[in-house]
């Protein structure tokens, strides 16, 4: 089973505003730092944001600063990410990856999820 599972991709108008989820199972999801990575149509996957296990810190790509702000639930084993003033350079599939440890900053991914498409068009 997979332990990541992403919803509240769609289609959405410039300028718009989407709320994406990864529901986790399978582990302590309190003890680990997350991240959304997403992939264009022809491109490689490009690293969005992250979060620690705690939450308590964040880090964004340069690209989506000040639009996209993720976060995290640990008592519903939850990742967010609250996505705003939608470009057409965002559409991409988003995913989530747990990181091998509580911060952003060292390890690796160990498990992804499946993605969740998001298209942002007129």
């Known amino acids: 089973e997979v332990p990541l599972r992403e919803s509240g991709g769609g289609l959405v108008q410039p300028g718009g505003s989407l709320r994406l989820s990864c529901a986790a199972s399978?582990?302590?999801?309190?003890?680990?730092?997350m991240s959304w990575v997403r992939q264009a149509p022809g491109k490689g996957r490009e690293w969005v944001s992250g979060?620690?296990?705690?939450?308590?810190?964040?880090y964004y790509a340069v690209s989506v600063k000040g639009r996209l702000t993720i976060s995290r639930d640990n008592a519903k084993n939850t990742l967010y990410l609250q996505m705003n003033s939608l470009k057409p350079e965002d559409t991409a599939v988003y995913y989530c990856?747990?990181?091998?440890?509580?911060?952003?900053?060292?390890?690796?991914?160990?498990?992804w999820g499946q993605g969740t498409q998001v298209t942002v068009s007129s």
């Open positions: 990856a747990k990181h091998d440890s509580s911060l952003v900053t060292i390890g690796r991914y160990d498990y």
């Open positions: 979060i620690s296990s705690g939450g308590g810190s964040t």
């Open positions: 399978g582990f302590t999801f309190s003890s680990y730092a």
